[in-house]
C-alpha cells in the first residue's frame, strides 16, 4: 500500500464511519464541547492574557482528561466498523473485546496522565512527551486494533515487534493525516479568543464537530497503518471467530 492510498483510505474510511454511525461519532464532540462550557467559565477565551493564565486551571485540566479518553474510547466502534462496514457490528458490546480495549485505553490514559498532571510543563519536557508520544503510537496500533476486534492474541508487546518496521511509515501517516484537520483546530480556538460574545459559542460548536471528524481520521490512520503491517508480515488482526463476532 502506498503512502497516497493509506491517507485516502484513512479519510475514506473516517467519512463512511460519520455517516454510517453520526450518534457514535458525537461522543467526542459533546466532551469537546463540555471542556469549551468549562474554559468559558474560567474566562479563558476573554483575551490573550487570559487564555495564557488558565491554560493549566485545574477544572480545565481534569475536563481534558475526559476528552482524551473520548479520543480513546471511541476506536473500540471506529475500528470495528472498519473492520466489517456494519453498524450494528461496530456498537456491539463484545465482553471479550470490551476487556481487551479496556487495556489500551488505560495504558493510553496513564501516559495522558502522566503529561498532563505529572511532568512540568517546560518546551523541553512538552517536546520530548511529543516525540516519546509519536514514537508510542505508532508501535500500538496493531494492538489497538486486535483488540477492538476481540484478539488476545497481539498485545501491546507483539504489536511492537509488528509495527517496528513500519515505524516510519505509521508516524508520518498519523501526523499528515492529522494536520489538515489540526490546523484548523488551533485557528479555530484562537479566533474564539477574539470573536466576540455574538460568535464565540458558534466557533466553539464549529470547532467541537472539527474535533468529532479528527478523532475518527486518527483512529482510521491508525487501523490502516495496522492492517498495513499485518498484511507486510502476512497474518490477519481478526480473531479466528471474526464470523462469529460480526454476525
Not at 59 to 76: C, D, E, H, T, W
Not at 87 to 97: E, F, G, K, S, W
Not at 204 to 229: E, H, I, K, N, P
Request: hydrophobic letters at 60%; glycine letters at 6%; one cysteine or more.
Amino acid at each position: 500500500m502506498t503512502f497516497a492510498k493509506a491517507f485516502a483510505d484513512t479519510y475514506r474510511g473516517s467519512i463512511a464511519f460519520l455517516i454510517a454511525c453520526p450518534l457514535l461519532a458525537l461522543v467526542p464532540v459533546v466532551f469537546e464541547m463540555v471542556q469549551h462550557v468549562v474554559e468559558v467559565h474560567i474566562g479563558m477565551y476573554d483575551g490573550i492574557a487570559a487564555a495564557k493564565a488558565t491554560e493549566h486551571h485545574p477544572l480545565r485540566l481534569a475536563f481534558g482528561m475526559m476528552k482524551v479518553l473520548s479520543l480513546i474510547v471511541p476506536g473500540y466502534w471506529i475500528t470495528r466498523f472498519l473492520a466489517w462496514r456494519d453498524p450494528r457490528a461496530a456498537a456491539r458490546v463484545d465482553p471479550r473485546a470490551a476487556v481487551l480495549y479496556a487495556g489500551v485505553v488505560a495504558f493510553h490514559a496513564a501516559f495522558s496522565a502522566l503529561q498532563l498532571f505529572v511532568l512540568p510543563s517546560t518546551v523541553g519536557v512538552l517536546l520530548a512527551g511529543f516525540a516519546i508520544g509519536q514514537v508510542i503510537s505508532g508501535l500500538v496500533p496493531a494492538w489497538t486494533v486486535a483488540a477492538a476486534l476481540g484478539n488476545p492474541a497481539i498485545g501491546p508487546v507483539a504489536s511492537a515487534r509488528l509495527m517496528l518496521r513500519q515505524l516510519p511509515f505509521t508516524v508520518a501517516l498519523m501526523l499528515a493525516t492529522i494536520l489538515p484537520l489540526m490546523i484548523p483546530h488551533y485557528v479555530l480556538g484562537a479566533a474564539a479568543i477574539f470573536a466576540g460574545r455574538t460568535l464565540l459559542w458558534p466557533v466553539l460548536l464549529a470547532d467541537a464537530l472539527l474535533v468529532g471528524w479528527l478523532c475518527a481520521v486518527m483512529l482510521a490512520a491508525g487501523y490502516v497503518a495496522a492492517t498495513r503491517a499485518a498484511a507486510a508480515a502476512g497474518i490477519t488482526l481478526d480473531p479466528p471467530s471474526r464470523a462469529a463476532i460480526a454476525a
